[in-house]
């Protein structure tokens, strides 16, 4: 059946005002194509807030299971027609919700799970299925709507099925969105410690009290305008780093592209947005990299975009290189590296307003090096190393699981899609082949094996008795209480193992899945 038939209601968008007028009254979230990666991400902060008509507020607020669909915009390797899905968390958080009038937002038919239509629609949206139903307009392409609709055909999936494809999906994406919040409190955890020791100077005393609170000595010094703690230092960049420019093997020679050799640009870090990198759109080939003056950087060197714009941070995670849109800080002792990633993010305003240009500024390798620094004593540096080396290796460890949770998202999508593995049959072996996921066995109280599975969770997996069984060691992966199970020749995919003496019956699905 064509997608058309599925479609039960559209609402389309509303730009609204910027301020508040009789004509438009009520204040609205405004999802625009931009919000679209950010919601997928379970950051709303950025939608920006307008103001619309009585009529429109009726008519056009959206709701739990909208659809939302880019039909404007896209770039050259970016077709229109990107998605969100309208969830109940994102209501939750920004309550009165829209679309922008570049957007455009529908409703599936009753016997149609909104959630399973949102991943289909991603699946064909991934496929670059959208590039062959675009035209231009004034020089922006637009998705010419009606004709994916009416051309484009789904299976006639059961409710079950649907469902069933969901759960598992939507399994993952909870995984990714706790990752990220555990990911977003450390790393705010990391900042207050950078406020609370380097700014406030509440760093412990030999006593382990707060320094400055208690009474701690601080000096007045001139080239940083302000009182420091004693035996600290202002200096330079200079004195405590060395600074590498980048550079851009020649784009008509292939063979300087496709190697095994990390080359990141600031579209890397602002497309990952990331606190580590180690892995960029392009590598470059070992004659790239000698055909051009840029370095191999080794890791934990701070890499900050210098321009177009100033200001992106990374920390590297392996070694790598870079463009010339970046300079790039090797630290000349090891303990200063943390604290420099969080002292030049304290401080990129100022090292912004260095820039200079007339088409984009840019700031010189002589400005950074020449930018002051302030230098703690080495007891407060090593402490702080100490304390933020756990945060760091969690966020690595956090960031890394979700890129491998995200290739398994994107890997089952199309095979689900096209039917090519079931939720009910062999779910578990191909997720067991696409990626290093772990097995574990359940035995009974006997020690014969009874039961091969794949156990997903949100927790390190210790080993667990329970009614005489146990269940060894694996690696959680998804979410917290999500399981695929492979028993008597099937594959279960629900909230909880089943229970000892069950004979292929699956539990209730979570309650709590949104879909």
């Known amino acids: 059946m064509k997608l058309s038939e599925i479609i039960d209601v559209f609402v389309t968008g509303d730009w609204g005002n910027e301020s508040s007028s009789v004509e438009s009254p009520h204040a609205v979230s405004c999802v625009r194509g931009a919000d679209i990666v950010p919601i997928g991400n379970n950051e709303f902060g950025k939608i920006p807030l307008r103001y619309i008509s009585d009529r429109s507020f009726q008519q056009r607020l959206l709701q739990v299971g909208d659809i939302v669909v880019e039909k404007s915009g896209g770039s050259p390797t970016q077709s229109t027609g990107r998605a969100v899905y309208i969830s109940q968390p994102l209501l939750s958080a920004r309550r009165n919700i829209v679309c922008s009038n570049f957007c455009v937002a529908f409703r599936v038919k009753h016997g149609w799970n909104p959630y399973f239509i949102y991943l289909y629609w991603r699946y064909l949206y991934n496929s670059g299925v959208f590039f062959n ?14 004709m994916v609709l009416s051309t484009i055909e789904i299976e ?30 450390l790393e705010a955890m990391a900042k ?7 700014v406030q100077f509440d760093f412990p005393d030999e006593n382990g009290k707060p320094y400055k609170s208690s009474g701690g000595k601080m000096v007045w010094n ?34 300087n592209y496709g190697g095994n050799i990390v080359w990141i640009t600031p579209k890397d870090l602002s497309d990952q947005k990331h606190k580590f990198v180690y892995n960029g759109e392009r590598n470059i080939s070992q004659k790239g990299y000698d055909s051009c003056s840029t370095h191999l950087l080794p890791i934990n060197t701070i890499l900050m975009s210098s321009r177009a714009p100033i200001g992106l941070l990374a920390i590297a995670k392996t070694e790598l290189c870079t463009n010339q849109g970046f300079k790039n800080f090797v630290s000349k002792e090891e303990s200063l590296s943390t604290y420099l990633y969080y002292y030049l993010q304290t401080h990129i305003k100022k090292l912004e307003q260095l820039g200079t240009g007339t088409t984009f500024k840019e700031i010189s390798r ?16 090593n402490l702080w190393k100490e304390s933020v080396t756990t945060i760091n290796d ?24 096209k039917g090519q593995v079931s939720v009910n049959y062999d779910l578990a ?7 290093d996921v772990k097995k574990a066995y359940f035995t009974n109280h006997r020690g014969r094996q009874v039961t091969k599975f794949v156990y997903i969770c949100a927790e390190e997996n210790s080993t667990r008795e329970k009614g005489g069984g146990r ?20 594959v279960f995919a629900h909230g909880r193992p089943p229970k000892l003496g069950s004979h292929g019956r699956c539990p209730p699905s979570p309650s709590d899945s949104g879909v």
């Open 429 to 435: 072996s191909i997720i067991s082949q696409l990626h």
């Open 133 to 146: 139903f675009e035209g231009k307009t004034s020089g922006i392409k637009n998705l010419q709507l009606d």
């Open 394 to 417: 969690r966020q690595l460890e956090l960031q890394k699981e979700n890129e491998n949770l995200t290739k398994l998202r994107d890997s089952l999508l199309p095979l689900l899609m």
């Open 471 to 490: 269940w060894e060691k694996s690696r959680r992966l998804l979410s917290q209480n999500s399981a695929v199970f492979r028993h008597s020749g099937g």
């Open 366 to 381: 002589e400005e950074v090096l020449n930018f002051p620094i302030l230098r703690p004593n080495n007891e407060t540096l």
């Open 156 to 185: 006639p999936y059961s409710i079950e099925e649907q469902i069933r494809i969901a759960d598992c999906l939507f399994s993952i994406e909870k995984k990714l969105q706790l990752n990220r919040s555990i990911n977003h409190n």
């Open 192 to 198: 207050q410690l950078y406020d609370y020791w380097f």
């Open 222 to 255: 001139e080239k940083l305008k302000r009182e420091i703690p004693v035996l600290w230092e202002a200096k330079l960049v200079d004195d405590i780093a060395e600074v590498f420019n980048g550079a851009t093997p020649s784009t008509t020679d292939e063979q």
